[in-house]
């Protein structure tokens, strides 16, 4: 399977993104789909994820009511639209699936499949 993310960039903060992940070689709408994240110097973050069954979603507290995650099961892609960015969402977005998230000190981690990551840096 591949994973490819896109849409990141330099943003200023307040300012917004929309990252894309777009998945061949598996049955996309059977898998839940996960965005990571990884900052300099930290540990690799679970930052949303969405169910395949019915679309439950589930945030990281500090993206609750300023990211939102969705899926086009026809397009097999998973998406992170991104709003009022600040300096601390600076880091390399990962899109991830498998059975179910993990913990990982490193992004990308093992097991389940990884897309090569995008770069989000929030400046002024």
């Known amino acids: 399977a591949q994973l490819v993310e896109s849409g990141g960039g330099l943003v200023q903060p307040g300012g917004s993104l929309r990252l894309s992940c777009a998945t061949s070689?598996?049955?996309?709408?059977?898998?839940?789909m996960f965005w990571y994240r990884q900052a300099p110097g930290k540990e690799c973050e679970l930052v949303a994820l969405?169910?395949?069954?019915?679309?439950?979603?589930y945030y990281k507290d500090s993206v609750k009511g300023r990211f939102i995650i969705s899926r086009d099961n026809a397009k097999n892609t998973v998406f992170l639209q991104m709003s009022k960015l600040t300096t601390e969402d600076t880091a390399v977005y990962y899109c991830?699936?498998?059975?179910?998230?993990?913990?990982?000190?490193?992004?990308?981690?093992?097991?389940?499949?990884w897309g090569q990551g995008t770069q989000v840096t929030v400046s002024s």
């Open positions: 991830h699936t498998d059975s179910r998230p993990r913990p990982y000190t490193h992004c990308p981690g093992q097991g389940g499949y």
């Open positions: 070689g598996l049955t996309f709408s059977a898998f839940d």
């Open positions: 969405i169910t395949s069954a019915d679309g439950t979603t």
